[in-house]
């Protein structure tokens, strides 16, 4: 590039007097011209980062307000404007050209409440993650962190949401209803199915909510999830194994990510700044915790690995210190295993006995006769709150007052609720309650165990170690106040952090909307079920939660589950950890779909035209 010889004219206009050797005005803003077009296109030029003049159309646009995005219907892509952000296809496609998967949450702490304003002020710059701002959070990574645009509009593609799934459910009510068999004695095992009802009445149904959410979408729900994109022996990956264990949202692998990014430390020990931020990230999330269970205090929110040492912890502390010999520990025929051997190896221990709360034909527990079963040497009732191989559901606080009426401790778990229904303990009053993040869309690993503040402070260590003591000498030791004392040693610190991301996550979307989605799928999967030939469902409650648990004439449940395999579905066959349920039914083994807010009428469909194909003998596995 050739620079002209300067002229003075430029300069003299301006008052001034053009150097030799410089270019006047008019040669300066040619060449800054010729410059700027003769930029690499991957380099920025002016007006990088701006929205360009005349974008394309997009099929959606997100608002972003107090209440998190919110789902505009398709409309042709419009202005940019201070809470309208337009996504156009660049920015929502990930490595090679895949679509980026989650619903963003990037601007919505930052932003104010949306109202249409008179002109287009510019957007203030904003962090890409979601989770700053909060008041856990650490502060804004660097400048020269580039900041990801990989938001994504979350919009149906043809399968049911929420007020689909409802019509289609009433448009089939009449074919099933009448070729639905009953299983078990008397009528009106499933309260969705009985007589002439409508198949999904209000009465059935969590209240309705203000509309703090947006309307809930599956599909834009199931971007969020990336592992729902796997292929599965050249299958599109089913998930309904959700009772083992649940996906995680982009959200919380992103969360993960920051944290060993920006965050990593041990946590209230140290005065640099990182112990800082991964201590205020790691209390955050046990209020996190506290809120999503309606606990009245964060020091009633102790972190473990996931209920089953949660359970452990309760027989190891309170237990071991309160039960004697002749005492009674009362559980329900229901339980996993996990809310069995604690208490068993607890009783054979201290010289206790075990009593157990027999259940009815439809799997529910027998309410008279637990009340026979307690007396004043009962000790502690433990029961599970959402039956993880029948899915009943367990009427937990009825269960509480009963023990409370005669002296003993009240423990719930809620492994397999949390992720179905609105929980809060001291509505339950449940002295202890205990659940695995896993089970809720957080990592492995993690899990919370709630106690009541007044018995957390009369309890014993049960592990010693650094971080639970206030002074350690030779001589003795002075432990700190709950929940810190049964913390020993360091704990699963980016994990709690991610339950914390799963927490926020669901109640983004809102667990009243989850449940009425859930609920309506599981009508939806129970009459399918019952139109597959030698199908018997096993566990026929009137409340019931996501989970379905069958045998099929001619085949073991592992066979059943293979078959299922090859075309991408993932069940759970086997005992589930709840042996003495299911040899309550004549059962060693059955075949377990279990449901989440992600799973969808198509992929029922699916699994069911499988089911008919095997019960019409074709494609039997190992035979």
């Known amino acids: 590039m050739t620079i002209p010889t300067p002229t003075s004219e430029g300069l003299a206009a301006l008052g001034g007097t053009a150097p030799a050797g410089l270019p006047d005005e008019g040669s300066l803003a040619r060449l800054a011209g010729e410059f700027f077009a003769a930029l690499p296109s991957g380099l920025p030029g002016p007006g990088a980062g701006r929205a360009p003049a005349s974008p394309p159309e997009a099929p959606a646009e997100i608002r972003l307000g107090d209440a998190g995005p919110q789902l505009l219907a398709a409309a042709p892509f419009a202005p940019v404007q201070a809470e309208s952000v337009p996504l156009d296809h660049a920015s929502a496609a990930g490595p090679a050209g895949r679509p980026a998967l989650g619903v963003p949450e990037a601007y919505a702490a930052a932003l104010p409440t949306f109202s249409p304003p008179l002109s287009p002020p510019p957007l203030a710059p904003s962090s890409p993650y979601y989770f700053l701002g909060e008041a856990n959070a650490a502060p804004p990574p660097p400048e020269s962190v580039p900041v990801a645009e990989n938001r994504v509009v979350p919009r149906s593609f043809g399968l049911p949401g929420d007020g689909e799934l409802q019509a289609i459910l009433a448009e089939i009510a009449g074919d099933r209803r009448g070729a639905a068999t009953p299983v078990g004695p008397g009528p009106g095992h499933f309260y969705f199915l009985d007589g002439a009802a409508a198949p999904h009445g209000e009465a059935d149904l969590p209240p309705a909510q203000p509309s703090a959410h947006p309307a809930f979408d599956v599909q834009a729900v199931r971007r969020d999830f990336p592992i729902l994109q796997e292929r599965v022996n050249g299958r599109q990956l089913i998930w309904l194994d959700n009772a083992a264990t649940t996906h995680k949202p982009q959200s919380v692998i992103d969360r993960l990510a920051y944290f060993y990014q920006h965050e990593n430390s041990n946590i209230h020990r140290a005065a640099h700044e990182l112990a800082a931020r991964a201590t205020d990230a790691y209390e955050g999330a046990r209020s996190k915790v506290a809120r999503f269970i309606g606990a009245s205090s964060t020091e009633e929110i102790i972190f473990v690995r996931g209920a089953t040492e949660g359970i452990n912890l309760v027989a190891k502390t309170w237990g071991w210190q309160n039960v ?25 221990a201290k010289g206790a006995r075990l009593k157990v709360i027999p259940v009815d034909d439809t799997g ?20 599970t709150q959402v039956s993880n191989a029948l899915g009943t559901v367990v009427p937990v606080k009825e269960i509480v007052a009963m023990a409370h009426q005669v002296g003993a401790v009240a423990v719930v778990d809620g492994a397999q609720s949390v992720s179905h229904m609105r929980v809060n303990v001291q509505d339950i ?41 206030a002074d350690v000498t030779f001589e003795k030791t002075i432990y700190h106040g709950p929940p810190t004392r049964f913390e020993a040693g360091t704990g699963n610190i980016a994990d709690a952090v991610g339950l914390g991301a799963a927490i926020d996550y669901v109640e983004r979307i809102g667990m009243e909307n989850i449940a009425r989605y859930e609920h309506d799928l599981l009508v939806y999967t129970t009459r399918a079920l019952l139109s597959v030939p030698g199908l018997k469902l096993i566990g026929t409650a009137a409340e019931k939660a996501s989970v379905s648990s069958f045998v099929l004439d001619g085949y073991r449940p592992e066979e059943v589950g293979k078959a299922l395999n090859e075309e991408g579905i993932a069940v759970r066959s086997g005992h589930h950890c709840a042996q003495p349920i299911l040899r309550r039914f004549g059962q060693e083994a059955t075949v377990r779909p279990s449901l989440a807010f992600y799973n969808t009428c198509e992929e029922i469909d699916t699994l069911v035209a499988v089911l008919h194909r095997l019960a019409r003998g074709k494609g039997r596995v190992g035979r």
């Open 324 to 348: 004697g010999e002749g005492d009674e520990i009362v559980v329900s025929h229901l339980e996993h295993h996990a809310n069995i051997v604690p208490w068993q190896q607890l009783a054979a």
């Open 364 to 383: 529910q527990v027998l309410l008279d006769e637990y009340r026979k079963l307690l007396t004043s040497r009962t000790k502690i009732v433990s029961v």
């Open 429 to 469: 009053d449940a002295d202890f309650f205990i659940f695995s993040g896993h089970k809720v869309f957080a990592p492995t690993g993690i899990g919370a165990v709630y106690g009541k503040r007044a018995i957390l402070e009369d309890m014993p260590p049960w592990q010693g170690g650094g971080n639970m003591i």
